[in-house]
């Protein structure tokens, strides 16, 4: 079965770093790229950027370029997402899913999101 | 960026009726669109893609249709599971943008 389970809830403050993860399970993880969404409390969905994990190869939405980054551990077939200086407009659930290959930009399979708050 | 309009924003339905969404792009996407499904709480699900190609496992009353800068999602008839937000996503090109989303509610 295939699975992508992301690291926990995470609560802090403006100006720390922070790094979620998410773990795929049951296919071949250097095969698909992954992707990250975000969802800010009541709102839509907003496209992130992705990550090849075979070669990390990332494209990044304009809009979060330079605001996070994204990589990846092939050897532990997990994604991260990070932030260097979070901001209380960090403040959402953030989701990674996995991108199918035969179909481009589709996203099969997502994770359960990661909720994180930024508060002071 | 492409823009995803998404008409209406909201909608009040009652089961068994027929609802249409639809989804307006601010250039031409061939038919490069995907259609989604969420729940409260959960994380959203694929229910179409290539703007009419139904995902393996999801019931045959939903339907996309459309191509260039007009899509539509439609339930032929509305059940229970089915109240819910529903977001269309363009895949044309980066970056992969959603539309708004459509929640549909209990009538």
Sequence with gaps: EVQLVQSGAEVKKPGESLKISCKGSGYTFTSNWIGWVRQMPGKGLEWMGIIFPGDSSITYSPSFQGQVTISADKSISTAYLQWSSLKASDTAIYYCARQVNWYEGVFDQWGQGTLVTVSS | ?107
């Design chain 2, 1 to 107: 960026d492409i823009q995803l309009t998404q008409s209406p924003s909201f909608l009040s339905a009652s089961v068994g009726d027929r609802v249409t969404i639809t989804c307006r792009a601010s250039q031409g996407i061939t038919s490069f669109l995907a259609w989604y499904q969420q729940k409260p709480g959960k994380a959203p699900n694929l229910l179409i893609y290539a703007a009419s190609t139904l995902q393996s496992g999801v019931p045959s009353r939903f339907s996309g249709s459309g191509s260039g800068t007009e899509f539509t999602l439609t339930i032929s008839s509305l059940q229970p599971e089915d109240f819910a937000t529903y977001y269309c996503q363009q895949l044309n090109s980066y970056p992969r943008t959603f539309g708004q989303g459509t929640k549909v509610e209990i009538k």
